[in-house]
């Protein structure tokens, strides 16, 4: 319907242009021209269709007599329908050939004409092709029937080379596709060119409007309105049309687009989704889905559907809704699926996020699990270190601990020789010279200049513990003059709580956790210092140091075999309860210390010093003993004497120091070789140190470094001998601890000593007063002590085997081992056999005959006897063999036997009876020797309690013995 308003709009244009109304124009003329065309058309598809050669008779564009004469003999007819369908008119009777061919056909018969005319109209007419008479081709006028049947023809063929779809049906109507051509070949260039341009414009517009023969009226009505026109006004009048013309038609487009707007609008208004959806295909302003995509996907949609944009502008309204209706379909079956996507893709994004989260607590378990496994690991390696340090105690091992002295104020801080790597590394600054660099040693500890005491002594506390566990523990500070030992040990000059050294820090702590276990233990804690300086050992907890005056004490005796301790019986031995206690004894040791000038160190200590620490506890439940001990020992300084330009003195004291280093070099490196000698007795220092070096006991000791280039040579050859130290396995360490049988049978020893000594002091008049040796405890309890000694002498007699004991009354002196055999323990002792003039009696006896006969001195000369003293384990009764009545026993010296069995060696020409195999002499020492475990027992004398100093006691020299007994007791220990 527009087509038509536009084409209508166009012819007014025309007449507009030329002035004209439409209603002057003879439609007569129209129509000839009309059938005129559609004859030419008619006879140019004949002509097409059968061939020139056929088709000669008949002209592109004949008038109407020729068209009829052409087509008369009915030859070009019938094949036009032989060729739309073949064997439609299955003979035709041709001319025959060279034959004048006559316009009108006349070589042929008129029969044939005839048979060919009636054969097509009879094929055409089951075809459904309107036909005309027979009698039309032989009479003028009636060609318009015959030229319609032609199309019809034409129009059926064309119909079938489209594919013959759907039924075909002539309407009767038929385009002049040549029209234009025609006209072209009657006009100028310029305005054939100009007037096609408009015609093309109009065919385009209306290309899907089948109302030709409106289009054909206008152009014929163009064509004769042009026909009286002068050549030369033409174009211009051509001109003048056209631009109203496309005036007309762009006016009418922009109506047709506005209406178009409009009419969508009017569909597209009863669904909200049709409007948004169609606007889409215009702008994607108002929806949420992106323009680019919307404007694709309409463009996708179109393309499926082969619209073209100007489907949707055509003003249609009707297509317009059915297509728009299928685009919102479309676009709502997008947003469906789209929708559909988004919820499928939120449920996977939720999936996702739950599957991730399951999979951080997961990862987050995980790692907590992968941490716990961390501290776990840690804690495993802890213990690792723990267990390895309990095999290497097992082992016996000798630890090592290295600590490097930081440069002193006043001193160049020049490149230190020494750098601690890491806690067990030591890495030394060798000159270049020696091609070396560096060297590397490895310790148990390493701690750098800065380590504080604390830390020192926080890697030593285990050891200060195992004391109390009944151990034997060693702790000795090695290395040069000044390389910090004293510091280490003691601390500096000036002792402030942070700088207390290894041996406060020890006695403190065993104060500690003396203190912590009272409940089930009761620890008695007791102390001695001593020193040993150009090889002489000497007490140094004396209140007036001077050794001039009672030179005995320069020469204490190191006893290795006694099974308590005590190496060293005859030094003072001081019982202490505090950190106070100790530091008041060791302020007096360091007073008494020997401490000379050197070059090298003004305050260099020219001796070692030992502080002992004897610690016993008694299990409040079991009754169970464990005595452990503890040597604190400060080195002399271990540079060799020709560093230090000495002479004289010094140099005496430095050949005695280096000798003694030397020895335990010796000792160590026997150790280390499992050699079956080990020259303990070399030197004092090893002899002293015996049991904590070869024993079963702990060993810690601390080597120094001073961190000065010049001290390089002497740093060396320390780290060497300590790394010697470091290899020797010394056994497993072992509590001294008693079981009560042992107790037991340790206490009737103590209660024979104390017979014994009873004995003796009557009769000697108290030998044992020239011993100095006296506890400090003892001294302030004597009557106490003594009175409990002897009433528990007499009830432990009791136990013994009466007629064993009366017939061999011998005086246990003291204890000296223990072992185990077969599960049982036995004791070994060491025994002073004496029997008196009247021998047979109990010890009660004795004691009181010696009381009474206090002038007794015992034939030292003439024991020769080895008695033997066993156990029997089941009965706990003790025999005395090879001892008789009449036998003076005195003890020399015990051996251990590996049975339970303990000779006692005795001496003396009075050999009754048999039994002794083996004898020895005795060392004057020896005979000198009294155990100090007596003296905690045995009371003292009356006369020894000189608190007062109205009483003091003779030495065997005859001389008072200088003891801090009473008169000079520290301050420190009063009252204990
Ligand atoms: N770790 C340290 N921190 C601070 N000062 C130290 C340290 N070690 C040692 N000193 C100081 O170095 C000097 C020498 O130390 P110390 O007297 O302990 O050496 P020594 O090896 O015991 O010497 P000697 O063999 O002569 O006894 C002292 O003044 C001491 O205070």
């Known amino acids: 319907m527009a087509e038509g308003i536009l084409q209508i709009d166009a012819a007014a244009a025309v007449e507009d242009a030329l002035g004209k109304s439409p209603s002057d124009m003879d439609l007569a003329s129209r129509k000839a021209e009309e059938a005129s065309l559609r004859r030419y058309g008619a006879a140019a598809w004949l002509r097409k269709m059968v061939g020139v050669l056929t088709a000669r008779d008949l002209s592109g564009q004949p008038s109407e007599e020729d068209f009829r004469l052409a087509l008369r003999s009915g030859i070009i007819l019938c094949n036009a329908l032989n060729m739309i369908q073949p064997g439609a008119v299955p003979k035709v009777a041709e001319a025959p050939s060279g034959s004048v061919i006559v316009p009108d056909g006349a070589a042929l018969s008129a029969f044939q004409y005839f048979e060919n005319v009636r054969n097509f109209l009879n094929s055409a007419e089951e075809m459904g092709i309107p036909v005309f008479e027979a009698s039309d081709l032989e009479q003028g006028g009636k060609s318009s029937r015959i030229v319609n049947c032609v199309l019809a023809l034409k129009s059926y063929y064309e119909w079938k080379e489209g594919g013959g779809k759907g039924v075909w049906k002539f309407t009767g109507t038929w385009k002049p596709h040549s029209a234009s051509k025609k006209f072209v070949r009657k006009s100028s260039g310029q305005f054939a060119n100009s007037l096609s341009r408009t015609s093309s414009i109009v065919e385009q517009n209306s290309q899907d409007v089948n109302e030709m023969g409106t289009s054909d009226a206008l152009h014929l009505y163009v064509r004769e309105l042009l026909s009286g026109k002068k050549q030369e006004d033409v174009p211009l009048i051509v001109g003048s049309m056209l631009s109203k013309v496309m005036e007309q038609f762009e006016q009418q487009l922009a109506r047709q687009n506005e209406q178009a707007g409009t009419s969508s609008r009017c569909v597209d208004a009863p669904s909200s989704n049709e409007h948004q959806v169609v606007e889409i295909g215009t702008s994607s302003r108002d929806t949420d889905v992106p323009s680019s995509y919307a404007s694709s996907e309409a463009s996708n949609v179109m393309k499926e559907k082969s619209w073209s944009k100007n489907d949707l502008r055509d003003g249609n309204p009707k ?241 290795n075999i006694s099974q308590n301790g005590i190496n060293i019986p005859n030094a003072n031995i001081v019982p202490v309860s505090s950190t106070s206690d100790v530091i008041e004894l060791m302020n007096i040791g360091l007073k008494n210390r020997a401490v000379g000038s050197t070059s090298m160190n003004d305050r260099s200590s020219r001796s070692h010093s030992c502080v002992t620490v004897h610690v016993q506890g008694r299990n409040l439940t079991s009754g169970s003993i ?185 005086s246990v002196v003291s204890t000296e081992d223990e072992r185990s055999v077969s599960g049982d323990w036995v004791v070994k002792v060491m025994v002073k056999c004496h029997l008196g003039e009247d021998g047979g009696h109990s010890p009660d006896i004795l004691h009181q005959k010696s009381r009474r ?78 155990s100090p475990e007596i003296r905690s027992l045995i009371p003292q004398p009356p006369t020894r309690k000189v608190g007062n100093g109205s009483h003091s006691p003779s030495n065997k020299n005859g001389k008072k013995p200088a003891t801090v007994d009473g008169r000079r007791k520290p301050t420190s220990t009063g009252g204990k």
């Open 319 to 559: 297509r317009h809704g059915s297509k728009r209706r299928d685009l919102v379909e479309y676009y709502q079956r997008s947003i469906q699926e789209l929708k559909n996507t988004l919820h499928s893709t939120k449920e996977d994004l939720h999936f996702l996020h739950m599957k991730y989260q399951e999979e951080i607590q997961y990862l987050g378990k995980h790692l907590n699990g992968l941490a716990g496994a961390a501290s776990r690991y840690q804690k495993v390696l802890e213990e690792n270190r723990k267990l390895y340090n309990q095999v290497q105690d097992l082992k016996g091992n000798i630890r090592v601990y290295c600590r490097i002295r930081p440069f002193l104020p006043g001193q160049l801080p020049g490149l230190s020789t020494a750098e601690a790597l890491d806690g067990q590394t030591i890495s030394i600054i060798t000159p270049a010279k020696n091609g070396k660099g560096k060297k590397l040693f490895t310790f148990n500890k390493v701690f750098g200049p800065s380590a504080s005491q604390e830390g020192v002594f926080s890697d030593t506390q285990p050891l200060i513990r195992s004391v109390l566990d009944g151990y034997n523990v060693c702790i000795f500070a090695y290395g040069q003059t000044g390389s910090g030992k004293t510091y280490t040990m003691t601390g500096p000059k000036e002792l402030t709580t942070e700088s207390l050294g290894v041996n406060y820090r020890a006695l403190s702590d065993l104060f500690a956790i003396s203190k912590q276990r009272k409940d089930s233990i009761s620890y008695d804690v007791s102390v001695q210092m001593i020193e040993i300086y150009n090889e002489q050992v000497r007490d140094l907890l004396v209140s007036d140091g001077v050794n001039e005056k009672y030179p005995w004490r320069n020469t204490l005796e190191i006893r």
């Open 853 to 930: 006969d206090t002038s007794k001195v015992y034939p030292e000369q003439s024991l020769s006897k080895i008695a033997t003293v066993r156990r029997d384990n089941s009965s706990g009764r003790i025999q005395f063999e090879g001892a008789e009545a009449s036998d003076e026993l005195e003890y020399t010296e015990v051996e251990a036997s590996d049975e339970s069995d303990y000779q006692c060696q005795t001496n003396g020409a009075k050999q009754k009876g048999g039994g002794g195999t083996k004898a020895k002499k005795p060392t004057p020492n020896q005979r000198q020797m009294k």
């Open 626 to 810: 464990t005595r452990g001990s503890m040597h604190l020992v400060d080195l002399a300084g271990s540079e060799r004497a020709d560093k230090t330009d000495t002479v004289g003195d010094r140099l005496t004291e430095a050949q005695h120091i280096n000798h003694s280093l030397s020895v335990l070099g010796d000792v160590i490196a026997s150790l280390a070789q499992k050699q079956s000698r080990v020259p303990y007795r070399n030197s004092k220092l090893t002899q002293l140190l015996q049991d904590s070096l070869g024993g079963q006991s702990k060993t810690l000791m601390f080597i120094h470094i001073n961190p000065e280039p010049d001290a390089l040579g002497e740093t060396v050859s320390t780290l060497k001998f300590a790394e010697r130290v470091s290899t020797v396995e010394l056994g497993a360490a072992r509590a001294n601890k008693d079981s009560p049988d042992v107790r037991e049978l340790k206490e009737q020893i103590a209660n024979l000593k104390a017979a014994l000594f009873r004995k003796e002091s009557g009769s000697m008049n108290g030998s044992f007063t020239s011993s100095p040796a006296r506890s400090w405890r003892s001294i302030g309890d004597v009557s106490k002590t003594e009175e409990q000694t002897e009433s528990l002498a007499v009830s432990r007699m009791q136990s013994f085997d009466g007629e064993d004991f009366m017939a061999s009354p011998i």
